[in-house]
């Protein structure tokens, strides 16, 4: 198992694909590293491009307001991508692109064993949860797999184009909350 700190010099180093040319610097996961929820969104945006951390941008105030609401701090969680580079222009990342960083995500996941992982938007939910998975009728959903509980939620910045979806997406944040309720009773039964 790598430190996150022998993790964070691996990205740093890495040229597993052309995002590695591109890129101002990667963005490795902040927060706790003995965090109950990790979050995991698709890849950094232009601002996290050039700070280095995840989301600094307009997205980060929106998930701060969703970490509020269930109360919650980012001391309290862990935040990554599924790919550590920023794609240019902002696109999707690209299938490659996801599959060549994908190692640096289970480092991270091995590292935190966290019960909770909730995938923020589309593309995380596709490719954490499931390939068809559908976040307008399925946010909020829960699936147990290989030991972890897993959710997806809309992505912060979905959140931005259409604030209509704050209030549910607050409603998702309060199920995370119950869901880890729901794990720490089931240890103790009695
Ligand atoms: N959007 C993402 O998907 N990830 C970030 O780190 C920032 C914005």
Redesign the pocket.
Known sequence: MYTHQELETMIQQCSRCPLSQSRKQP?IGRGSLKADIMFV?????AQ?DVQGI??V?P??RVLDILLASAGLTRQDVY?T?IIKCHPPGNRDPKPEEQEACIPFLRAETTLLRPPVIVC??RIAAQKLIDPQFKITRQHGTWVHRKGYWMTAVY???AILRDPSKLEETKKDFQSIIQKLQEIEESKYPL
């Open positions: 963005v969104a698709e890849a950094p945006g996290e995840p989301f941008g997205a980060g935040i991508n923020l938007g992505h912060p910045s």
